[in-house]
């Protein structure tokens, strides 16, 4: 009875003992993903990158003996100092001159689409290159009213600024209803002033430029978000000053460099992470054959037609985070030589590939591990002509998710013999040919 008990009593012991590391795993299991989270939430909390970011050594605690003040430690003090704003003073008569030659320079720039405070950011634009830097409305103006429309330049507008500690007034001239004329120089090769106009469901666009300009003004204006087919049949190679181009606030390059067919220069510095849509950018731009490696894409859904017909691009484009991206069709359609890398490209979200690389007829990169699958559901619906006389492709795809492809017809039309039946993706449909 005794070796019974004694039996029961360590069983029992390792009974619980099993149960507590249970316990133990599944608290540290709770901590290690309570941890994750907070880190997440931290990520998620921290400040963007052009925003100053409080600076660690100011958070730290004085140390020392618990006699000293908080107010009176050397972070302390810093950081009062550091919060006393600078004091204000009155412009000086030069600086007053520069920003009425500024005012006179811009005068006809403005439509009905700009808010007051529209007008202060654009104008600091210019300020800034000629060392004004604090340009701000009078106290009681409503930042967000709209300029009164005024096509005969009576002085409907009086924008009533401060330039440091001095009173200014800007008063616009001509205030078109949702327009900006674009003024040339009188031989026609330069653009003085940039045009746009409102556009409904498409935001403000750019007015094309004449296809004959050399050179257009350094600064873009901040209202533009869309540079639809502004270079459409451009004759020019590089037109100066397009390179220096602030495009942060640019949605759509639909187009831009549409038939350009001499055009080349290189844009690698233009800002695009707020471009959603590429559609036919570099359409037969035939010289065309610069970096893009650098462009942030990852908000970019239509690529369609992009490179189509730029028979003289060949650049990598392995840095591209394609996440977004929903539209290939015709991609890469008669870019006869492009071999660039894009193997690293997610296309999960990708819907079509219609005739992507028909005629590429020097691509041959392995991307036989793109994968089309996101939350386990292929997105690819259409493969029509896909590799379509792109005779020098030949790796096999028989590890790509095809399973909602419906339309496969002359997906590797006229190359059966570099990509051949035991290459081909596992289509659940017949491929014909036309």
Not at 72 to 90: A, G, L, S
Not at 140 to 164: A, C, P, T
Not at 184 to 204: F, P, R, T
């Amino acid at each position: 009875m005794k070796k019974l008990l004694a039996f029961l009593s360590s069983f029992g012991l390792i009974t619980t003992s099993s149960l507590l590391v249970i316990s133990c795993k599944s608290n540290n299991i709770t901590a290690v993903r309570k941890e994750k989270d907070n880190k997440e939430k931290q990520i998620d909390s921290t400040p963007p990158s052009d925003q100053p970011q409080e600076d660690e050594t100011k958070k730290e605690k004085p140390s020392g003996s618990g006699n000293s003040s908080p107010d009176t430690t050397p972070q302390t003090q810093n950081k009062h100092n550091q919060e006393k704003p600078k004091p204000k003073r009155q412009a000086t008569e030069e600086e007053k001159k520069k920003l009425e030659t500024i005012f006179k320079e811009h005068e006809n720039a403005f439509g009905t689409f700009h808010t007051y405070k529209d007008v202060v950011d654009q104008l600091l634009v210019y300020a800034n290159e000629k060392g004004l830097k604090d340009i701000t409305l009078v106290d009681g103006i409503n930042e967000n009213e709209y300029l009164k429309e005024d096509k005969d330049g009576k002085g409907e507008n009086i924008v009533k600024l401060k330039l440091y500690e001095s009173d200014v007034t800007f008063k616009p001239k001509k205030v078109l209803k949702d327009e900006v004329k674009a003024i040339y120089s009188e031989d026609k090769k330069k653009i003085k002033q940039i045009g746009y106009e409102k556009i409904l469901n498409e935001g403000i666009r750019i007015k094309k430029i004449t296809e004959l300009i050399e050179e257009v003004p350094v600064h873009l204006p901040l209202k533009i978000t869309s540079l639809s087919k502004v270079f459409s049949k451009s004759k020019i190679t590089t037109v100066r000053n397009l390179d220096k181009w602030n495009t942060k606030n640019i949605k759509s390059m639909f187009f831009v460099f549409e038939n350009a067919e001499n055009f080349n220069q290189d844009i690698s510095s233009w800002y695009t992470s707020n471009v959603t849509n590429m559609s036919g950018m570099f359409w037969d731009a035939t010289q065309f054959n610069k970096p893009l490696n650098e462009w942030k894409v990852h908000n970019v859904v239509d690529m369609e037609g992009m490179f189509a017909g730029a028979s003289s691009f060949n650049q990598n484009l392995n840095k591209w985070e394609a996440t977004s991206l929903e539209n290939m069709e015709q991609m890469f359609w008669g870019a006869s030589k492009f071999n660039g890398n894009i193997s690293t490209w997610n296309v999960s979200n990708v819907k079509t590939l219609h005739n992507t690389f028909a005629g590429a007829t020097s691509f041959n990169q392995d991307i036989s591990n793109w994968n089309f699958t996101n939350n386990c559901t292929s997105n690819v619906k259409t493969m029509q002509g896909t590799f379509s006389r792109a005779n020098k492709f030949s790796y096999n795809l028989t590890r790509w998710n095809v399973e909602k492809v419906t339309i496969a017809k002359d997906f590797n039309k006229e190359i059966q013999s570099t990509l051949g039946k035991d290459k081909l993706p596992k289509f659940t449909v017949p491929i014909t040919y036309s």
